[in-house]
């Protein structure tokens, strides 16, 4: 019965507030740097070119836009999380920017930091649409089940890949030669020195495999041991940091967002320290 006393916990500040305002800020943040990169993609007719545009759902297909919607539907994404951090009407600007993600991403789902890599956001921001707690203060006490709900969400995504990695290959991802053919098959299409370092070493291989098995299996256990969450998500940097080095692999762009769940008791001793 562990699992339903982490939902009934109660934190002495509104860290789901705080987690809300940190996120959306550097979501908002993240979308404006590369907002310029995504119009130049989107110019390019992505959609023509992969077919028809995604369904919401597997039910509704997304409409195409022009540019004008598109731009509108990107700078109303940012202003509406920026809503949000300044707790201005958080409620109705999460509801539109949910909107607006569904919009503005769906034109340019192609693109390879886009692709899978942005999915966490919508689950997020739904969450958070129902949390009693958005729109209080920050010294308010609050609920924390949106925390934990949000982390099981994020732990299921590393969870789901260690299921498929031991469906497509068994233990046999532990010999380190499926990592060897991932990292000389970017090598070729990225010419990445890195990868093939690497992979030209198999004992290094190995190693690696069963290290990335073992996190994405037990990362849950941050749920029940807080103790251990550094180390795993200091573990989840540094893997993510070594695919975007030798396989152009970047989910911190959009998936990094997500990791300041962790963070929200430090961001209270942060503000508590200068002062706000």
């Known amino acids: 019965m562990i699992l339903p006393e982490l939902f009934n916990t109660n934190a002495p500040d509104n860290s789901t507030g705080m987690f809300a305002r940190l996120f959306c800020a550097l979501l908002a943040v993240l979308v404006s740097f590369n907002f310029v990169k995504q119009y ?108 934990v709900l949000i982390k099981i969400v994020l732990i299921q995504v590393y969870f789901s890949a260690a299921i498929q990695k031991i469906r497509h290959s068994g233990l046999g991802w532990l010999n380190g030669q499926y990592l060897q053919a991932y990292l000389i098959e970017n090598y070729i299409w990225t010419d990445r020195n890195a990868a093939l370092a690497i992979a030209s070493n198999t004992i290094f291989c190995a190693i690696l495999s069963t290290l990335v098995l073992i996190f994405e299996l037990t990362f849950g256990l941050v749920l029940f041991l807080p103790q251990l969450t550094f180390i795993y998500v200091g573990f989840a940097l540094l893997f993510h940091l070594g695919t975007l080095i030798t396989m152009r692999i970047n989910y911190l ?24």
């Open 40 to 147: 130049r993609y989107f110019l390019t007719q992505p959609l023509k070119l992969y077919g028809k545009g995604p369904r919401l759902l597997g039910l509704l297909l997304l409409p195409a836009l022009n540019r004008y919607q598109f731009l509108t539907c990107g700078a109303g994404f940012i202003l509406c999380l920026l809503l949000v951090v300044l707790n201005m009407y958080p409620y109705i600007a999460i509801a539109i920017a949910l909107i607006c993600y569904f919009l503005y991403f769906s034109q340019i789902i192609s693109l390879a930091f886009i692709q899978r890599k942005a999915n966490l956001i919508p689950i997020v921001l739904l969450i958070l649409l129902f949390s009693p707690s958005l729109d209080k203060p920050l010294h308010f006490p609050s609920s924390t089940w949106e925390l």
């Open 253 to 276: 762009k959009y998936l990094g967002p997500v990791y300041l769940v962790f963070f929200t008791d430090l961001a209270f001793r942060l503000k508590t320290v200068i002062g706000l």
